[in-house]
């Protein structure tokens, strides 16, 4: 197998991002006293919009997340409020990319739950969630909204499965079941209409999410494959992963023929995970490491050398996850074109990076700003799940961004029953999900017992004077 190895010799093209610069907020601009989560999992621990920051943290007992607005930069309060209804470590948290105020969370304790955060942020601990999605037998570690329909949300969990849930009914619609091990990444393309899955038994996958069928399928042996990301409309898949040396390194893929990759590069010999970004916008790729400060950037074309390295913005301060800000919140009179939020765990801080084109004009440069996904869905979840496919409902940022949403989550009024998908009971036999709720299982199970023991009494008590009863009606004399 031939794959092209690609040189890191600078190559001097024509680009208007060659020049691309990573700005660090002012300390007054970051969050400080942020006890961030020290779970090991490999997510970003971390999700941001338009109008608020959440971040993972440590909690005792249970799983929590903060949720700050924007704008209340500075040190946060120890006692801050917290969203806090888990109960286990939270895994995972996504924003409705339509709803600025309504979050998705996952956690160890196998549930999904979605919030609903006031306006202004939270007062006090919000510990009710609006729906609460039981459909998972292990923990669940990632939630993914889907990129162009409303109240469609995708789960993929331990169990190694991938629920589909509609919101608008609060139960899970479909199963993907074709893993058969830890799923590690979900990436949609542009419409949504093809999911990539990146998984612990070494295979990258392309799928057709409403049936669950499987278009391509890689076995990734030379390159242990950690991270997958859809580049946009180009009908090309990036992945970071592990090389057969144990370097860190990435791929270029062909998402019709994952035969083998199109390109690889080694990228250097550290250990932490590379999360990488893709902005459709720009054709920039972003790869951060985790446990390092760097963060290398390069331009994607659809001609070789089809990934061309631009720079790096270099950091002292490692960072365990990051959070990305969507286009419509960045500041086009700055010419930012990407924003990152860096979690700094031994600090205890949130640090946003802004990604800069140098450019001496004031006004608004669309030539890299041109129109991009917005904030209104394309599709109701039953044109999705109908089969229609559609792309997203773009906007422009000229004006500055100060439309609110008009969309309000409504939550489906549900009522306790079993969970059937293809057939089969999710909820059935769930075991249980923290070494506390075995323990809060198990003297239920012993009250329970004891009554049933006591019912049983009682009824063999009756039986029995019931049964005296007809032997002496048996015995007695007949009524003349």
């Known amino acids: 197998m031939t794959v092209t190895k690609m040189s890191w010799r600078p190559q001097y093209r024509s680009s208007k991002f060659r020049n691309v610069y990573g700005k660090v907020a002012n300390r007054e601009h970051c969050f400080d006293g942020i006890p961030i989560t020290k779970n090991v999992h490999d997510n970003h621990f971390c999700a941001v919009n338009a109008r608020f920051l959440a971040i993972v943290t440590e909690s005792a007992g249970g799983g929590s997340f903060l949720v700050i607005p924007l704008e209340q930069t500075g040190r946060i309060e120890p006692n801050y409020p917290k969203v806090c209804g888990h109960q286990g470590n939270v895994l995972d948290i996504k924003w409705n990319p339509f709803i600025d105020n309504i979050i998705a969370s996952c956690s160890e304790d196998t549930s999904v739950r979605i919030w609903e955060i006031p306006e202004g942020g939270l007062k006090r601990n919000m510990t009710e969630a609006l729906l609460e999605l039981h459909g998972h037998s292990r923990r669940v570690g990632l939630v993914e909204w889907h990129p162009t329909t409303n109240n469609i949300l995708f789960s993929a969990g331990y169990d190694y499965k991938v629920l589909i849930w509609n919101l608008d009914v609060g ?129 994607i074309s659809t001609e070789k050398p089809y990934l061309s390295y631009l720079m790096e913005f270099r950091s002292p301060a490692p960072q365990k996850g990051l959070g990305v800000m969507p286009k419509h919140g960045l500041d086009v009179s700055a010419c930012e074109v990407f924003r990152f939020y860096k979690l700094v765990t031994l600090k205890g801080l949130i640090e946003p990076i802004s990604m800069i084109v140098p450019r001496r004009s004031d006004s608004y440069q669309e030539d890299i700003y041109p129109m991009t996904p917005g904030t209104e869905p394309a599709l109701t979840p039953d044109e999705w799940l109908g089969g229609i496919n559609r792309d997203p409902v773009l906007m422009s940022l000229k004006e500055g961004y100060k439309k609110s949403s008009k969309m309000v989550f409504k939550a489906p009024i549900k009522e306790k029953k079993s969970v059937v998908v293809n057939g089969i009971d999710l909820l059935e036999n769930v075991p249980p999900r923290t070494e506390n709720e075995l323990l809060r299982m198990f003297f239920r199970q012993q009250d329970e017992i004891r009554r049933l023991k006591e019912e049983l009494a009682q009824k063999d008590i009756r039986i029995r004077q019931l049964q005296l009863e007809l032997k002496n009606l048996r015995n007695s004399p007949k009524n003349c």
């Open 171 to 299: 139960e899970p619609v479909k199963m993907i079941d074709c893993h058969t091990d830890v799923i590690l990444c979900m990436s949609f393309n542009t419409d949504g209409s093809l999911l990539t899955t990146t998984c612990k038994d070494k295979k990258l996958r392309v799928i057709e999410p409403r049936s669950g069928r499987v278009l391509q399928e890689a076995n990734c042996k030379n390159h242990r494959v950690n991270r997958v990301v859809f580049l946009g409309n180009m009908k090309r898949l990036l992945t970071t992963g592990v090389s057969r040396w144990n370097t860190r390194q990435i791929a270029l893929w062909d998402q019709e023929d994952l035969s083998m990759p199109m390109i690889e590069e080694e990228i250097d010999g550290l250990s932490g995970l590379l999360f990488p970004f893709y902005d459709a916008d720009t054709h920039m790729l972003y790869l951060a490491g985790k446990g390092d400060g760097n963060i290398r950037y390069y331009e």
